[in-house]
């Protein structure tokens, strides 16, 4: 009976999943069934339940408390990186947006003093802005480093030309088509036919090339998760 | 007309920049023309639309704006924020100031050329005044926000139109105020994009002409600030807008790459009311047409598809004939590409780098027209970059192919290349004599011991070539009297006794190396010079000039030879002299003294002196029915020019052997693919 009872939970076992494979089933294989009386089998059956029911709500709880741990850790962090305390409640007591206000008429006293223009100051507050995280040391991914001494102010001017220029006569409205289809007419009703103007397109190889990658990572991916 | 093996090259990858504004300066019948990278030239009308003068461009030096001051006075200003005048005697820069307003998007002379305006990307319009040796900062007009686009003066120098985004403005130039402030949208419902004014126009009645990125060239009573006429040209941008000096004709380019004329026309005939009619349209470009110039005779466009297009006006010129041709003009008229006749390289020049080519080779023979099988295919041996923003002036492969020389605006290189079997090895020539820079042209002498370098001044520095990789300054050559201008085209014997020299006065000076000297001065013609080479066995100089006459001259005997008397006296053939590109190459066959070989860049020809001079009535072009002939009537069609028209557009051709030629072509639509995006053009039935 006792085997029975045994075999009955290795069963239940195995359609759970993966322990069974470690049990062996061969040992009761010669034995005849024992009988079994129906109360017996489903008390078991119910502390079998109970176990894994008990086992599911503790590993939440695990992964509930873990969760909680990262929280503060993260608000431990962000605490760390903020102003002192004081500092940050005056912060919190001033009227909303003025703060925002005196760091524009810094941003364009500095610009004055460059001898700059009004005109670029939307783009120039975006600049001092990001030197203001940059000094703060952590940068995080979307960030790049450059050089100051670069970033003169009339390479941003010329920049800001350049951009302009760029927009106005290549941007979207402006109806421009590739080489191909420009000359695709004229080659077709020329008396002598000829292929497309353009036969190789450089940017194909590179598409296809990071397709493949692209492709090849999924499918490696893939595969190892089939191993597990 | 001889057999050659011809290598046919078309892997020099040259790509034109586009042009960006024009300038034209009726006195001296100048067109000075910038192109976006920076390059300024100058094209002389008188000497058949001769490119004189290239000023090569700088990267930090960008043009967006030329314009002349006074007879001979060249100012250009760009997005690098700098007025400069340049120096057009010495090719270079001669003052350069700071407009103090961030990128320079539109500049202005005014009538007598005293004074220039310039509109910046902050909204502020100066104005300086015109003084010897540059300018000199004299006030700054109202500013309001919106850069500048297009600045226009008042043929009476009291009022500037400034074009900027959405607004057209009126100053006056006394108070520096705003006296009439348009909104160019405003009579427009529900207007989604900004409106750009490209160009804006001041005539002498009280109207104001823009064009627009709606395609719109407007007409505006600037007193009274409304709209006269309106006229929608295009479904793109009109980039740009001239006007005739009388005020009666405008042309109009557009970003399709159309041009437009309208006229000012009375509505009916006798009436004494006129109105502003389109009248012609002209498609003679693929890009954006971001330049145009109205001369008094012609309609002059220039486009991003680096094109120079000069369309005479039809109802302006006297006769109708080849003076009235349309002209075209892609490549420059000077050569880009050197050839190491021993060695079989070709050298080719970028604006920023150099690219040094090996030749194919092949080992079968054929037909005449066959297509010959490769048994080693040409072979890309060296890139050298030029560092640096300056672009390259010049350079040169020495005929063994060991030495390369190349020149920018401040500096001088000489580089010896060694090859050993495959492999090959680049150094630089330490310690090169601090010359007077920049070169203008460089020359190997034939046996490579030398180098010719032409410089400012009318000075041609000879410098001597030491093995393995060193140099020395030998002698600077000068002419006898002063001239401001610098060399541009040298010619050296291949006996290594004499050198011939071209400035921009176009006086020919001829040099004897023997004893470092002046030997003497070739009479004068008044045209360009567009090549000269010196011939080999006879020593005569062989000059093409720009109105494309030929001219042979003697060096010992200093005088034209007989040869040369008698193509004056019967004259050149009609077709010859209508041709309109010109000669930028002359060689010579060794194994045959009588032979001359020119190309310009539709056709190359050798000219045979031992034949008749074909007559008007002659066929110029008769190579093909000559192959038709049988062999008497052959003899008797002969004459001097055999012309071949098979290689096209030809950049360059040198006989590398008796039997052998090299032409290096470049299809003009291998260039159009690679130009900037053009507008989409719908056509009728696609």
């Keep these: 009976m006792g085997a029975m009872a045994r075999r009955r939970k290795a069963a239940a076992a195995g359609k759970r999943g993966p322990p069974a494979t470690l049990l062996s089933p061969a040992s009761s294989e010669d034995e005849a069934p024992e009988e079994v009386s129906f109360g017996v089998a489903r008390e078991a059956a119910e502390t079998e339940r109970k176990l894994v029911g008990e086992a599911a709500r503790r590993h939440r709880e695990l992964l509930k408390e873990k969760r909680r741990r990262r929280q503060e850790l993260f608000a431990e962090q962000k605490r760390q990186k903020l102003l002192p305390e004081a500092v940050l409640q005056e912060l919190a007591a001033a009227p909303p947006g003025r703060d925002d206000e005196q760091a524009a008429a810094m941003n364009t006293g500095e610009l004055c003093e460059g001898g700059a223009a009004k005109q670029s100051k939307g783009k120039a507050q975006r600049l001092v802005k990001k030197d203001v995280q940059r000094k703060g040391a952590r940068s995080k991914g979307n960030y790049m480093a450059v050089r100051l001494k670069d970033q003169t102010l009339e390479n941003l001017h010329q920049q800001l030309a350049r951009d302009f220029l760029s927009t106005h006569l290549y941007g979207p409205g402006t109806n421009r088509v590739g080489a191909n289809e420009f000359f695709s007419l004229e080659n077709k009703k020329n008396p002598v036919r000829k292929a497309a103007v353009q036969f190789v397109d450089k940017s194909w190889g590179q598409e296809k090339k990071l397709k493949a990658a692209r492709f090849k990572q999924r499918w490696l991916a893939t595969q190892i998760k089939k191993q597990v | 007309m001889g057999e050659f093996e011809v290598h046919r090259v078309r892997f020099f990858g040259l790509v034109p920049a586009g042009v960006r504004c024009l300038a034209w300066q009726p006195r001296s019948a100048r067109l000075a023309l910038a192109r976006t990278d920076g390059t300024v030239e100058i094209y002389n009308f008188a000497a058949n639309y001769f490119q004189e003068k290239v000023i090569p461009g700088h990267d930090a030096r960008s043009v967006e704006a030329l314009c002349w001051a006074g007879a001979d006075r060249l100012f250009g200003a760009g997005l690098g924020g700098a007025v400069t005048e340049y120096d057009l005697a010495r090719l270079g820069t001669s003052c350069s100031v700071d407009g103090g307003g961030g990128p320079i998007w539109s500049m202005a002379a005014n009538g007598s050329g005293t004074r220039l305006v310039i509109g910046c990307e902050d909204g502020s319009i100066k104005l300086f005044q015109v003084v010897p040796g540059g300018i000199q900062f004299e006030r700054n007009l109202d500013r309001r926000k919106g850069r500048i686009l297009c600045l226009s003066w008042h043929p009476s120098d009291s009022h500037i139109a400034a074009g900027s985004i959405d607004i057209l403005r009126v100053l006056d130039v006394c108070s520096g105020q705003t006296v009439q402030r348009i909104m160019v949208n405003y009579h427009v419902q529900k207007v989604q994009r900004e409106c750009v004014v490209w160009s804006v126009v001041f005539l002498a009645s009280s109207t104001i002409v823009t064009s627009d990125s709606f395609g719109r ?470």
Aim: hydrophobic content about 40%; charged content about 20%.
């Design chain 2, 217 to 686: 060239v407007q007409f505006w009573d600037w007193q009274q600030g409304t709209l006269v006429e309106s006229h929608t040209v295009s479904t793109s941008s009109a980039l740009s807008l001239a006007v005739s000096e009388k005020e009666d004709s405008i042309i109009v380019g557009t970003s399709t790459g159309a041009t437009y004329q309208l006229q000012l026309l009375p509505v009916r005939v006798g009436s004494l009311e006129k109105r502003w009619v389109r009248t012609k349209p002209f498609q003679h470009h693929t890009h954006d047409v971001r330049a145009v110039v109205h001369s008094g005779t012609a309609l002059i466009s220039g486009g991003l598809d680096a094109q120079l297009v000069i369309r005479s006006l039809m109802e302006k010129v006297q006769k109708k004939g080849y003076e009235a041709a349309l002209r075209k003009f892609t490549f420059p008229h000077r050569r880009l590409v050197s050839c190491a006749r021993k060695a079989r390289l070709l050298l080719f020049q970028f604006t920023q780098h150099l690219e040094l080519w090996r030749l194919g080779s092949t080992d079968k023979t054929g037909k005449d027209g066959e297509v010959l099988p490769l048994r080693s295919m040409p072979e890309h041996l060296v890139q050298l970059k030029s560092k640096g923003p300056e672009h390259i002036y010049c350079s040169c492969v020495s005929p063994c192919g060991s030495w390369i020389a190349y020149s920018t605006a401040s500096r001088f290189h000489l580089y010896r290349l060694q090859y050993e079997g495959d492999s090959i090895s680049i150094a630089k020539v330490p310690k090169v004599p601090k010359l007077l820079l920049p070169a203008y042209q460089l020359q190997f002498a034939a046996d490579s011991g030398s180098l010719f370098v032409a410089s400012a001044q009318g000075a041609v520095h000879i410098l001597q070539l030491l093995e393995p990789g060193g140099c020395k300054h030998l002698h600077t050559l000068r002419p006898p009297s002063e001239t401001p201008e610098a060399i541009y085209l040298l010619a050296v014997s291949a006996d290594g006794h004499w050198v011939a020299a071209v400035g921009g006065d176009w006086a020919i000076h001829v040099y004897s190396l023997k004893c470092f000297k002046h030997h003497c001065t070739v009479p004068t013609y008044s045209c360009a010079v567009t090549a000269l080479a010196i011939h080999p066995v006879t020593n005569n100089l062989v000059i093409a000039y720009a109105d494309q006459q030929l001219f042979e001259f003697s060096i010992p005997e200093q005088q034209y030879t007989a040869w040369s008397r008698m193509v004056q006296n019967c004259g050149l053939h009609r077709l010859w002299l209508e041709r309109d590109t010109h000669i930028t190459h002359i060689t010579f066959n060794p194994k045959n003294p009588s032979h001359i070989l020119l190309h310009d860049v539709y056709m190359f020809c050798v000219l045979d002196k031992s034949l008749p001079l074909p007559d008007n009535s002659a066929l110029l072009l008769n190579q093909s029915t000559l192959k038709q002939l049988p062999e008497t009537a052959r003899q008797r069609q002969l004459h001097a020019f055999k012309i071949c028209k098979k290689f096209q557009p030809l950049l360059f051709a040198d006989l590398l052997d008796e039997n052998c030629l090299v032409v290096v072509e470049r299809p003009v639509m291998d260039i159009k693919t690679q130009l900037p995006l053009p507008v989409q053009q719908k056509k009728f039935g696609t």
